[in-house]
C-alpha cells in the first residue's frame, strides 16, 4: 500500500522561497503519476501541479507557473515542489497525491492516495 508522507512547510516572507517534499513507501513512485494540490482557508481545494508517471513531464496551473517546478527522485523515491517568489496568496496547506494512471492530470478525482498535507504561510 503506497503511503505519502509531505514534509518542507512553513512560514516564508512574500519573495521567498520553500521546497516541499513527498516521501513515499510502500511502492515505488515512478509507478504513479503525482500531482500536487492545495487548499487555502474557505476554498476549495485546487491542482498546482502534475508529473506524468515514469517521467519528468510537467504542467502547472496558471497561477503559479513559472514559479514553482515539479520534480521526482527515483533514488530517494521521492517527488518535490520547488516555491519560488512565493505569494500571500500562495498561503494554503499542500497535499501531494499519487495515481496508477499514466497522464499529468490535475483532476483530483482520479487520484487514490493522497499525504496529510503541509501547512505554508507567506507572510510579512
Known amino acids: 500500500q503506497l503511503q505519502l508522507v509531505e514534509s518542507g512547510g512553513g512560514l516564508v516572507q512574500p519573495g521567498g522561497s520553500l521546497r516541499l517534499s513527498c516521501a513515499a513507501s510502500g511502492a515505488t513512485l515512478d509507478n504513479y503519476a503525482i500531482g500536487w494540490f492545495r487548499q487555502a482557508p474557505g476554498k476549495e481545494r485546487e491542482g498546482v501541479s502534475s508529473i506524468r508517471r515514469a517521467s519528468k513531464i510537467t504542467n502547472y496551473a496558471d497561477s503559479v507557473k513559472g514559479r514553482f517546478t515539479a520534480s521526482r527522485d527515483n533514488h530517494t523515491n521521492t517527488v518535490y515542489l520547488q516555491m519560488n517568489s512565493l505569494k500571500p496568496e500562495d498561503t494554503a496547506i499542500y497535499f501531494c497525491?499519487?495515481?496508477?494512471?499514466?497522464?499529468?492530470?490535475?483532476?483530483?478525482?482520479?487520484?487514490?492516495?493522497w499525504g496529510q498535507g503541509t501547512q505554508v504561510t507567506v507572510s510579512s
Open positions: 497525491a499519487a495515481r496508477r494512471g499514466t497522464s499529468a492530470t490535475m483532476a483530483q478525482s482520479l487520484y487514490e492516495y
